[in-house]
C-alpha cells in the first residue's frame, strides 16, 4: 500500500463514520414515526342493520378492527367504550376471530387471535380460548357495545 492511498482511505472512514449517528437516528425516528401513525384501512366493514343480534354487531365490529376501519367500529360502540375501540383499532395489527358464543342477553364471549404493533400489547387479552365478553346495550338503532372483559 503506498503513502497516497492511506489518507484517502482514512478520510473515507471518517466521511463514514460522521454519516453512521444520523442515519441510526433516521432509522429510529421512521420507525418510531411507523408506530404512532395509524395502520391503513384494509377494507371498509358494513354495520349490522338495527335489527342484528348482539353477536352480528360484536363480528362486525371485530371484523372492522382487523380492518381498521375505525369508523365503522366507533359505530358500533357506545361511549362509554369508545377509548377502548380506538385503541384497539390503533394498537391490533391483525385480528382473528376464532369464536363467538352468546352467553346471555347482550352478552357476547369473543375469542379471537391479536397480533399487536410492536410495544402495544397491554396483557389482557390472554391466549387461546375466549378471550373478553362483550357487554351491549340496546337501543332504537340496534346494539352498541358498552364494555367488555376477561371472559
Do not use: K
Not at 404512532?36 to 354495520?47: C, E, G, K, W
Amino acid at each position: 500500500m503506498s503513502a497516497e492511498t492511506v489518507p484517502a482511505t482514512v478520510g473515507r472512514r471518517r466521511r463514514v463514520g460522521r454519516w453512521l449517528p444520523l442515519a441510526f437516528v433516521v432509522v429510529v425516528v421512521a420507525f418510531g414515526v411507523a408506530q404512532i401513525l395509524p395502520l391503513p384501512r384494509t377494507a371498509d366493514v358494513a354495520a349490522p342493520p338495527a335489527d342484528a343480534t348482539a353477536e352480528d354487531v360484536v363480528r362486525a365490529y371485530l371484523d372492522a378492527i382487523d380492518a381498521h376501519d375505525c369508523g365503522t367500529a366507533q359505530d358500533l360502540t357506545a361511549p362509554s367504550f369508545a377509548t377502548t375501540t380506538e385503541s384497539m383499532c390503533h394498537d391490533a395489527a391483525s385480528l382473528t376471530v376464532t369464536g363467538l358464543e352468546t352467553v346471555g342477553t347482550g352478552q357476547v364471549n369473543a375469542g379471537f387471535d391479536v397480533d399487536w404493533r410492536l410495544f402495544a400489547e397491554d396483557g389482557s387479552i390472554p391466549e387461546g380460548g375466549f378471550g373478553w365478553t362483550y357487554y351491549l346495550t340496546q337501543g332504537d338503532d340496534g346494539w352498541l357495545i358498552e364494555e367488555a372483559g376477561n371472559g
